[in-house]
């Protein structure tokens, strides 16, 4: 497998940078290679239940200026269904998922802004107050 660039949140607060190989939805953990100032650390595991979220992302600087876009473009077709994430901590994500299912550790959302650099993130459910139909 191709190294997939990821931002791990952490449910304490802490953000990390870096890339995995062998992220599974269904599996308790994951082998993550943090980079830190462009150098690869050396690799650790990862358990997904001490985590808010895994971010995959388009690259590590993104624009911090840019303003993501909490609605759908017009007139473009969204596969799956319209949500509104609420976690925990506050943070609000608005986009789409095929399959949200309370019961299970987490589920993948993608978000409605398509000039994001975030591509889709895997929500870890423990750290979700609410999922909400739009």
């Known amino acids: 497998m191709e ?7 952490y449910n304490d607060g802490r953000v990390i940078k ?16 943090p980079v830190e100032s462009g150098n690869p650390g050396p690799q ?3 358990k997904v239940q001490d985590l808010k979220g895994v971010f995959f992302v388009k ?5 911090p200026g840019y303003k993501e876009k909490k609605d759908f473009p017009e007139g473009v077709q969204v596969s799956g269904k319209k949500v509104e994430v609420t976690f925990k901590d506050g943070e609000i994500l608005i986009g789409s998922t095929l399959g949200y299912d309370s019961g299970r550790p987490g589920f993948f959302f993608f978000p409605s802004d398509p000039h994001w ?18």
């Open 59 to 63: 690259d590590f600087s993104g624009n």
């Open 18 to 33: 870096g890339f995995t190989q062998n992220f599974f939805p269904n599996k308790p953990s994951f082998h993550f290679q």
């Open 3 to 9: 190294p997939t660039k990821v931002v791990l949140h």
């Open 117 to 134: 650099n975030l591509i889709r993130v895997f929500v870890v459910n423990q750290s979700v107050s609410k999922v909400r139909n739009i």
């Open 44 to 46: 650790i595991e990862v």
